[in-house]
């Protein structure tokens, strides 16, 4: 912890942008993460607003914008496509060669209930799977609302940054102010849409998971980890309350890098336990689940699959896609 003041990873307050923000004295400031290895306590949520009422005002509103973002390039060389996101072509489309490979019996393993309301789906995502959701990622990435460095405590730059590069489908989540945005209000950028081979795969591995209810993603986070990334421990609770209350889950992708995923029922590092999510991996929480506190402690260099590399030239780290319901 460095600098209390000037970093903070505060997603899941436990307020929903339709309610008022509240102040609790009692809940303690997100842990943040960072990519340089180093973990940052977050201002008091009363810090936080001060540093955002002008977003909590204009949450609906096209923004101006004060500064743009660079565009950051998962797949740094060039790709072997030169298609653009609108035109990428997925040929097997995605999950044909999921249902492909189940009908010829070398299925994924069997859901792996972690705990009540968490499944994880070993190596559920096809390599060819993994190289077009790679591929989309970059083109969604490098355009308008693509992959841009999160940053806390001002909006003119200067402040303390995340050590992930961040993009939102759907709608843009803001970590200043812990609520979902039409526009994301650094920029003035509206999120791309979720790709609708992306809202298959996500129903069809909550249907493959067989205990949580189905949901209609309308947010997903994208985020980027580089081999030293992080994630505090801290809880996704800025969808509805009528999402929450029905414990819709949160579906999450990994690609890339395997990592350290922590989980627990509380905020303490010391009582997490740790699941190496590894690529191809999906993991499902909601249910009892729905609330469970959670983290990345560690990306483990070298150990993303070599094809997948060859086929995305994806740099060093890892990829994970998080699909709620507001
Ligand atoms: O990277 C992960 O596995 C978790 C990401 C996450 O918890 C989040 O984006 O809210
Ligand atoms: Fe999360």
Redesign the pocket.
């Known amino acids: 912890m460095k600098n209390e003041k000037s970093a903070m990873y505060r997603?899941?307050r436990g307020w929903s942008p339709s309610t008022p923000l509240p102040f609790n004295p009692s809940q303690p400031a997100r842990v943040a993460a960072t990519g340089d290895g180093d973990i940052a306590c977050g201002a008091s949520e009363q810090e936080g607003r001060k540093t955002c009422s002008s977003v909590d005002d204009d949450k609906n509103m096209k923004m101006p914008q004060p500064h743009s973002h660079d565009p950051f390039d998962i797949c740094p060389r060039p790709s072997p496509s030169k298609q653009t996101a609108a035109t990428v072509v997925l040929k097997p489309p995605l999950l044909v060669t999921n249902r492909e490979r189940r009908k010829q019996g070398g299925g994924p393993s069997p859901p792996q209930v972690v705990r009540p309301g968490m499944i994880l789906l070993k190596s559920y995502i096809s390599l060819s799977d993994q190289v077009s959701i790679v591929k989309i990622c970059r083109e969604l990435g490098m355009g308008s609302g693509g992959f841009y460095q999160p940053g806390y405590g001002d909006v003119d730059g200067e402040g303390a940054k995340l050590h992930l590069k961040?993009m939102c489908l759907g709608r843009h989540w803001d970590p200043l102010s812990s609520q979902y945005t039409d526009y994301r209000p650094s920029d003035g950028d509206k999120p791309p849409q979720i790709p609708p081979d992306f809202h298959r795969l996500v129903r069809d591995a909550i249907a493959q998971a067989q205990t949580l209810p189905p949901i209609k993603p309308d947010i997903c986070?994208v985020?980027f980890?580089s081999q030293s990334g992080r994630?505090g421990l801290?809880q996704?609770k800025d969808e509805s309350q009528e999402s929450l209350r029905q414990g819709l889950p949160?579906v999450?992708f990994?690609i890339g890098d395997s990592?350290n995923?922590l989980y627990g029922d509380s905020r303490d590092v010391d009582k997490a336990q740790t699941l190496e999510?590894q690529s191809g991996d999906v993991?499902i929480f909601g249910g009892k689940s729905r609330n469970v506190f959670?983290?990345?402690s560690a990306i483990h260099p070298r150990t993303a699959p070599i094809p997948l590399l060859q086929q995305t030239n994806l740099r060093p780290g890892?990829l994970?896609l998080?699909f709620r319901q507001f």
């Open positions: 997603r899941g961040m986070i985020n980890y994630l801290h996704d949160v999450s990994s990592a995923f999510l993991l959670h983290g990345v890892r994970n998080t």
